[in-house]
T-cell receptor, first 114, second 113 residues
């Protein structure tokens, strides 16, 4: 299977704390993306990091990428109850293009307690 | 951002019947769309790549005669689950890429009774 793995599988924290999720993948990539999914809903794109980038920020999100270890992490700072969702990393083997399929990691279920 | 609309959001059908799920790109043209399946509390598994005007490409282990895909226009792909059985009950999600980003439909919850 090409599917990547994420850890932890589930994470429960208090509002205001930081949440860190890790993703490992198997193939060579040109970019890695993080998505969020609320229960029973579609996916929302959060952030994309390219293989030549090591770190990227977007609001309260911070993503790192280590291509030598084939791993990425997503940090959500100052978490809120509304951040409760499942988070997935996804990789595509080639850069750009409309035909490139995404392979998703196993996901992390984040629960933020108010 | 680009919008992908999926219909219906949920459907309950009897075992042995067929169900059609539609995926539309509302404000862009998508020559390629992707169909995923998701079991409860699990990740998305790619089922097939839908190509406008040609045959879909199925992932290993996915029965093409069971999951019929038609991509007849640049904005519409359909997934038909034929002769559905309870084990086909799942959450089905489509996506289409616009520039470097993938946009997802809201998903269809299929329950076969």
């Amino acid at each position: 299977s090409q599917q990547g793995e994420e850890d932890p599988q589930a994470l429960s924290i208090q509002e205001g704390e930081n949440a860190t999720m890790n993703c490992s993948y198997k193939t060579s990539i040109n970019n890695l993306q993080w998505y969020r999914q609320n229960s029973g809903r579609g996916l929302v794109h959060l952030i994309l990091i390219r293989s030549n980038e090591r770190e990227k920020h977007s609001g309260r999100l911070r993503v790192t990428l280590d291509t030598s270890k084939k791993s990425s992490s997503l940090l959500i700072t100052a978490s809120r109850a509304a951040d409760t969702a499942s988070y997935f990393c996804a990789t595509g083997p080639y850069y750009g293009g409309a035909t490139n399929k995404l392979i998703f990691g196993t996901g992390t279920l984040l629960a933020v307690q108010p | 951002g680009a919008v992908v609309s999926q219909h219906p959001s949920w459907v309950i059908c009897k075992s042995g019947t067929s169900v059609k799920i539609e995926c539309r790109s509302l404000d862009f043209q998508a020559t390629t769309m992707f169909w995923y399946r998701q079991f409860p509390k699990q990740s998305l598994m790619l089922m097939a790549t839908s190509n406008e005007g040609s045959k879909a490409t199925y992932e290993q282990g996915v029965e093409k005669d069971k999951f019929l895909i038609n991509h007849a226009s640049l904005t519409l792909s359909t997934l038909t689950v034929t002769s559905a059985h309870p084990e086909d009950s799942s959450f089905y999600i489509c996506s289409a890429r616009f520039i470097a980003e993938a946009f997802f439909g809201q998903g269809t919850r299929l329950t076969v009774v």
